[in-house]
């Protein structure tokens, strides 16, 4: 009888662990875009990563900055975390835009990155602060002026955003559970966009976050409902059969 009840509490340690350890592998939503849908290769995006950590766009390859084709190559990631039904560059539908840009000047190629707020922030309090705002990357907060900041990290045919704590939304308070975010981007040069992604619509629209710092792609939802439910039953079992061996 002894070992049976050892075996027992191994294996509900083992669920446990992989309870757990599945947890811990949620990743952000994404979408895919088709490669060869932009006549300019160097803004043709194929992927878009949303989260509340962090977005990302990835291009059909690494671009070949050539002043004698264009002198700028800009891309912006609008997100919107109120539930808007269609995409649009205005920022009537949008609340932030994550923001980059390659620009030729005096025989220099340069660049300029920022993530920005449009119409407002809300703060902690569920307070909305009107005007256009800047994310400050080093002190974690909203600015009122661009702090002309490398926000963005180009790797390759990457280019990311780090905007770990920087999306509130709009909600009443006490509904911090389970929040939503959506977002598309577009690439285009010398200021005429060429390619937006994804073709389908917005990505991260049926995709729920835990907020603040987890998200979840929508076939992981699961694991906030049933796997913590499970969760929560294997601890209780544990509990119980511990009390029961010292009953006897």
Not at 5 to 12: A, D, G, I, R, V
Not at 179 to 203: E, M, Q
């Amino acid at each position: 009888m002894k070992n049976q009840s050892k075996t027992k509490y191994f294996l509900l340690i083992f669920l446990m662990m992989t309870i757990i350890s599945s947890m811990t592998l949620i990743k952000a939503g994404y979408g895919t875009d088709p490669s060869g849908d932009s006549e300019v290769a160097d803004v043709d995006i194929v992927r878009l990563d949303v989260g509340i950590t962090q977005l990302k766009i990835t291009l059909v390859k690494t671009p070949s900055l050539n002043n004698t084709e264009h002198t700028w190559y800009t891309y912006n990631i609008f997100v919107d975390t109120s539930g808007s039904a269609y995409q649009s560059t205005s920022d009537e539908v949008w609340e932030y835009c994550a923001h980059f840009k390659w620009y030729y000047n005096n025989g220099s190629w340069l660049n300029d990155s920022y993530f920005c707020a449009s119409r407002y922030w809300v703060n902690d309090n569920y307070q909305k602060q009107t005007g256009a705002w800047w994310w400050n990357l080093q002190t974690k907060t909203w600015v009122a002026s661009d702090p002309n900041q490398d926000v963005a990290v180009v790797n390759a045919n990457t280019i990311s955003f780090d905007i770990t704590d920087a999306i509130q939304y709009e909600g009443p308070a006490g509904t911090d559970a389970f929040k939503w975010i959506k977002a598309f981007a577009n690439g285009g040069v010398d200021l005429v966009v060429k390619d937006t992604a994804p073709n389908s619509g917005w990505i991260g629209q049926n995709d729920p976050i835990i907020y603040p710092g987890k998200t979840t792609t929508k076939a992981q939802t699961t694991v906030f409902t049933f796997e913590w439910f499970i969760f929560a039953l294997i601890i209780l079992a544990v509990n119980i059969g511990f009390r029961n061996r010292r009953l006897k």
